[in-house]
């Protein structure tokens, strides 16, 4: 069973970068045919996906936080990375990492077959 834990701090000061890494075990993220997405909720509102990388190290992004991301990976550690720069306040929320089944890019719903992390609070203030 795949298994997917985010890590972090919990405290990013404004216009800094926020770094996440999210290690993932019980699965290779080099597959085939898998995307491994960040996707965040801030308070009182929905998910909201930021972007995914998939089996090959192709990234993709939102649109409205393209500018403002990256996404990378260490398979030596089976790892992938997020990270957003010039955070502000907007950007509070909890950070999840997920995987969805073969060839399918979880955004921003959770369906079976995915896998998500329990997800870890980031709160962007000074």
């Known amino acids: 069973q795949v298994q997917l834990q985010e890590s972090g701090p919990g405290l990013v000061k404004p216009s800094q970068t926020l770094s996440l890494t999210c290690t993932v075990s019980?699965?290779?993220?080099?597959?085939?045919?898998?995307?491994w997405s960040w996707i965040r909720q801030p308070p009182g509102k929905g998910l909201e996906w930021i972007g995914a990388?998939?089996?090959?190290?192709?990234?993709y992004y939102s649109p409205s936080l393209k500018s403002r991301t990256s996404i990378s990976r260490d398979t030596s550690k089976n790892q992938f990375t997020l990270q957003l720069r010039f955070v502000n306040t907007e950007d509070t929320a909890v950070y999840y990492c997920?995987?969805?089944?073969?060839?399918?890019?979880?955004?921003?719903?959770?369906?079976?077959?995915?896998?998500w992390g329990q997800g870890t609070q980031v709160t962007v203030s000074s």
């Open positions: 997920a995987r969805g089944g073969p060839r399918e890019m979880v955004k921003a719903t959770r369906a079976p077959g995915h896998y």
């Open positions: 019980g699965g290779s993220i080099t597959s085939n045919y898998y995307y």
């Open positions: 990388i998939g089996s090959g190290g192709t990234t």
